[in-house]
């Protein structure tokens, strides 16, 4: 199945309570093999705080659909952009290298699901 890299930027502060839903959702979304990897985006300069994402999609639309009930987007306090994306060098090790006490979870998906 394609991937697409998911990026996106808040343009608000998410009312109280927002956070809890998205995390629901994220792992919802994570339990359902449309994403694989996502975390935030430092603010740096000008440009805003923001997140990005790796997802599994059948299509571009089809991820942008995923995204349509995301709740921050339904919030309107963030605004997604999905491009299709192609892994071309993968480094070793990498659970060993993301897993730290800073990850906030790690959710099993079947590798036979596709």
Do not use: K, Y
Request: cysteine-free; hydrophobic content about 50%.
């Amino acid at each position: 199945m394609p991937l697409f890299v998911m990026t996106g930027e808040f343009v608000g502060e998410p009312e109280p309570g927002l956070l809890e839903a998205h995390i629901a959702w994220l792992a919802a979304q994570f339990e359902a093999g449309a994403f694989l990897l996502s975390g935030g985006v430092d603010a740096v300069g000008d440009r805003p705080p923001g997140a990005l994402a790796v997802m599994e999609a059948e299509s571009r639309e089809a991820a942008l659909a995923i995204l349509d009930s995301e709740p921050f987007h339904l919030a309107g306090a963030i605004r997604h952009d999905v491009a299709p994306f192609a892994v071309r060098v993968l480094a070793t090790h990498l659970d060993e290298r993301f897993v730290t006490p800073e990850l906030v979870r790690t959710i099993s998906t079947p590798l036979d699901r596709r």
